[in-house]
């Protein structure tokens, strides 16, 4: 089946922005709270929402094989348990009701009064329950950074990196949607040049810049997933902002790995931007560099060109731009992820997150995270307004931004935005 949705040529008659990151070519899919005080689920075209649950009963997705009830739901997981099929039967009607052609929906002011809102009428939601969420450590430019720091620099990497998509599984619980703020977390620390450990706030909070993609059911229990068939069961993809106490993280993660260092938070893009939008942008990723095993190897332009930028925001005074990055530095990709993920016979499920791992370019400018861009708080940071960070300080907003381009479209993930605030204290009684 055609991805109609994507032909550039397309117009719509809702009035958008020239430089918007949601064209009608875009069309992701998102939950949101209404004016009404009504979640939804909806899909946005410029800075127009979209309620597909009315839209629905208002007859628009008629002949498509649809529950009454799909869009009427508080999260997006059994409308991606409908499959492939579905999702891009969905998108190209979306596309047609409000392609500049089509004046049925255009012309029916009562219809449009029903299923439009401007942004400043919603408040957007977690897009999917997590079941389960996965981070993988897939930058070899980050891994590189980071093992020359911690370890040896002839020996960064450690010996399996280049033979499979290193991953831990972290907590689900803690992932919240963008414009949600974070507390500084405590936890044990060992101070330079003690013996002993302290209970403490973090003095050295994080962000990593990573992007995620969101899982449809894929297996069943012992049933590995086969590398060429691995694009089939991702929905779309997400900006993520892994948050990280790095100095909490050094005392703990040997054997086992980040515990309390990273499972206080990880802040998501609302709108899941689908695979089949981020068709047009494929490329080509780095070769392997070692020869892997045949359930690793895949064919074709798996990467993405996404064009990613994280800005730091101190309170009371303007944003600074730190990062700029793309995801198509990823050495695994997300087909080898998921096939990894599965060889064991590990289920899938509709919702589950997999993050990529902090994203990292081959230049200073371009390294996903505040360990490597102040190198470990030995080259503080300049903002604009003249102060300097070596990590995230109180009141400061992350805000990550990405979206892809070519001359004739732009498909965005709007952004991610985030405020750290001080230690949490509990009210009084």
Same mark, same amino acid.
């Given at each position: 089946?055609?991805?109609?949705?994507?032909?550039?040529?397309?117009?719509?008659?809702?009035?958008?922005?020239?430089?918007?990151?949601?064209?009608?070519?875009?069309?992701?899919?998102?939950?949101? @709270?209404?004016?009404?005080?009504?979640?939804?689920?909806?899909?946005?075209?410029?800075?127009?929402?979209?309620?597909?649950?009315?839209?629905?009963?208002?007859? *628009?997705?008629?002949?498509?094989?649809?529950?009454?009830?799909?869009?009427?739901?508080?999260?997006?997981?059994?409308?991606?348990?409908?499959?492939?099929?579905?999702?891009?039967?969905?998108?190209?009607?979306?596309?047609?009701?409000?392609? #500049?052609?089509?004046?049925?929906?255009?012309?029916?002011?009562?219809?449009?009064?029903?299923?439009?809102?401007?942004?400043?009428?919603?408040?957007?939601?977690?897009?999917?329950?997590?079941?389960?969420?996965?981070?993988?450590?897939?930058?070899?430019?980050?891994?590189?950074?980071?093992?020359?720091?911690?370890?040896?620099?002839?020996?960064?990497?450690?010996?399996?990196?280049?033979?499979?998509?290193?991953?831990?599984? /972290?907590?689900?619980?803690?992932?919240?949607?963008?414009?949600?703020?974070?507390?500084?977390?405590?936890?044990?620390?060992? +101070?330079?040049?003690?013996?002993?450990?302290?209970?403490?706030?973090?003095?050295?909070?994080?962000?990593?810049?990573?992007?995620?993609?969101?899982?449809?059911?894929?297996?069943?229990?012992?049933?590995?997933?086969?590398?060429?068939?691995?694009?089939? *069961?991702?929905?779309?993809?997400?900006?993520?902002?892994?948050?990280? #106490?790095?100095?909490?993280?050094?005392?703990?993660?040997?054997?086992? /790995?980040?515990?309390?260092?990273?499972?206080?938070?990880?802040?998501?893009?609302?709108?899941?931007?689908?695979?089949?939008?981020?068709?047009?942008?494929?490329?080509?990723?780095?070769?392997?560099?070692?020869?892997?095993?045949?359930?690793?190897?895949?064919?074709?332009?798996?990467?993405?060109?996404?064009?990613?930028?994280?800005?730091?925001?101190?309170?009371?005074?303007?944003?600074?731009?730190?990062?700029?990055?793309?995801?198509?530095?990823?050495?695994?990709?997300?087909?080898?992820?998921?096939?990894?993920?599965?060889?064991? /016979?590990? +289920?899938?499920?509709?919702?589950?997150?997999?993050?990529?791992?902090?994203?990292?370019?081959?230049?200073?400018?371009? *390294? %996903?995270?505040?360990?490597?861009?102040?190198?470990? %708080?030995?080259?503080?940071?300049?903002?604009?307004?003249?102060?300097?960070?070596?990590?995230?300080?109180?009141?400061?907003?992350?805000?990550?931004?990405?979206?892809?381009? #070519?001359?004739?479209?732009?498909? /965005?993930?709007?952004?991610?935005?985030?405020? @750290?605030?001080?230690?949490?204290?509990?009210?009084?009684?």
């Amino acid at each position: 089946m055609s991805i109609t949705a994507n032909d550039p040529k397309r117009k719509t008659w809702l009035d958008t922005p020239k430089d918007t990151d949601f064209p009608i070519q875009n069309i992701p899919f998102g939950v949101f @709270l209404t004016r009404d005080d009504i979640i939804t689920i909806g899909t946005r075209i410029g800075d127009y929402a979209i309620d597909l649950g009315a839209l629905h009963q208002l007859g *628009y997705f008629e002949g498509i094989p649809l529950t009454d009830d799909i869009f009427l739901q508080d999260t997006l997981n059994d409308f991606i348990s409908d499959g492939k099929k579905t999702w891009r039967l969905v998108r190209n009607r979306i596309a047609d009701i409000f392609d #500049a052609e089509n004046s049925k929906l255009k012309e029916n002011k009562d219809h449009r009064n029903t299923v439009l809102f401007t942004l400043d009428e919603i408040e957007m939601q977690l897009p999917v329950q997590v079941g389960d969420y996965t981070d993988f450590y897939s930058s070899k430019e980050h891994a590189t950074n980071v093992g020359t720091m911690f370890r040896d620099p002839e020996n960064a990497l450690l010996p399996n990196w280049l033979h499979m998509p290193v991953g831990y599984h /972290g907590r689900s619980s803690s992932i919240i949607p963008s414009d949600i703020p974070v507390h500084r977390p405590i936890g044990q620390i060992l +101070p330079k040049g003690a013996s002993q450990p302290v209970l403490a706030p973090s003095k050295r909070v994080d962000f990593e810049l990573e992007m995620a993609f969101i899982t449809t059911d894929a297996n069943v229990l012992g049933e590995p997933i086969p590398i060429e068939e691995a694009e089939d *069961y991702i929905f779309g993809m997400v900006l993520f902002n892994d948050w990280s #106490a790095r100095d909490i993280q050094t005392w703990e993660y040997v054997p086992l /790995g980040p515990f309390l260092a990273k499972n206080f938070a990880s802040s998501v893009s609302p709108w899941i931007v689908t695979l089949d939008a981020l068709e047009p942008f494929r490329t080509t990723g780095p070769k392997p560099e070692k020869e892997l095993l045949p359930y690793l190897q895949s064919k074709g332009k798996k990467a993405f060109d996404i064009k990613l930028e994280v800005a730091l925001k101190p309170e009371n005074s303007e944003e600074t731009t730190v990062s700029k990055s793309n995801f198509k530095y990823m050495y695994w990709n997300m087909s080898q992820q998921l096939a990894h993920h599965t060889v064991n /016979g590990c +289920p899938v499920n509709s919702g589950d997150m997999m993050g990529s791992g902090t994203i990292s370019g081959p230049t200073p400018d371009s *390294y %996903g995270s505040m360990l490597e861009l102040s190198w470990k %708080g030995e080259k503080p940071i300049k903002l604009n307004d003249g102060s300097e960070r070596k990590f995230i300080e109180d009141n400061d907003t992350v805000i990550m931004r990405g979206y892809c381009e #070519a001359k004739d479209r732009r498909i /965005g993930f709007g952004e991610v935005r985030t405020k @750290l605030l001080p230690v949490f204290e509990p009210k009084k009684k």
